[in-house]
T-cell receptor, first 112, second 113 residues
Framework: SQQGEEDPQALSIQEGENATMNCSYK?????LQWYRQNSGRGLVHLIL?????REKHSGRLRVTLDTSKKSSSLLITASRAADTASYFC????????????FGAGTTVTVRA | KAGVTQTPRYLIKTRGQQVTLSCSPI?????VSWYQQTPGQGLQFLFE???????NKGNFPGRFSGRQFSNSRSEMNVSTLELGDSALYLC????????????FGPGTRLLVL
């Protein structure tokens, strides 16, 4: 079973709107990472947030982490057509087992 | 700095054959991880190598194996291919492992007929 699960599975928004997706996980983590994947290509790293951090920003991206609820959210502000992609959260558990466990992803479509 | 490269990009094999995929990490990166991506199972961890040592292996049958060379390049091998092995195989490199940003290659798309 997967450690992380994203919600919603799919999201369709108008250009300029904000997009929010959530990730829940099961076991305690060292860090949580968000990745983007365009149309079956390789994954692109967006943000890494460690377990002792609550919020991080990168450009139009804002990630929050609530370890008490075992959840994280990714907010994309002022979306653009180029943001159309699948977004995955990935966690490294405190087992330090040298692997990332990925969620099923959220597919975001930005309409022009 | 050159990114992670994977070869070949596309591959068609028949059941029972074997296949070897190659991954060249970013220069200086010593950790290489492999993932299998399918529509049904999503992204599944295969294995991770650091300085030629396998530190973890995912829940895959023994037909899936890998290795890492002294220059950090890595290969994975799948023997006795099954239809269900059709997938996008992604490798990722980093300095030290999953605690850090992973840099992914474009993937090798394998189709087993």
């Amino acid at each position: 079973s997967q450690q992380g699960e994203e919600d919603p599975q799919a999201l369709s928004i108008q250009e300029g709107e904000n997009a929010t997706m959530n990730c829940s996980y099961k076991t305690s983590i060292n860090n949580l990472q968000w990745y983007r994947q365009n149309s079956g290509r390789g994954l692109v790293h967006l943000i890494l947030i460690r377990s002792n951090e609550r919020e991080k920003h990168s450009g139009r991206l804002r990630v929050t982490l609530d370890t008490s609820k075992k959840s994280s959210s990714l907010l994309i502000t002022a979306s653009r057509a180029a943001d159309t992609a699948s977004y995955f959260c990935a966690t490294e558990t405190q087992a330090n087992d040298y692997k990332l466990s990925f969620g099923a992803g959220t597919t975001v479509t930005v309409r022009a | 700095k050159a990114g992670v490269t994977q070869t070949p990009r596309y591959l068609i094999k028949t059941r029972g054959q074997q296949v070897t995929l190659s991954c060249s990490p970013i220069s200086g990166h010593r950790s290489v991880s492999w993932y299998q991506q399918t529509p049904g199972q999503g992204l599944q961890f295969l294995f991770e190598y650091f300085s030629e040592t396998q530190r973890n292996k995912g829940n895959f049958p023994g037909r899936f194996s890998g290795r890492q060379f002294s220059n950090s390049r890595s290969e994975m091998n799948v023997s006795t291919l099954e239809l269900g092995d059709s997938a996008l195989y992604l490798c990722a490199s980093s300095w030290g492992g999953a605690s850090e940003t992973q840099y992914f290659g474009p993937g090798t798309r394998l189709l087993v007929l």
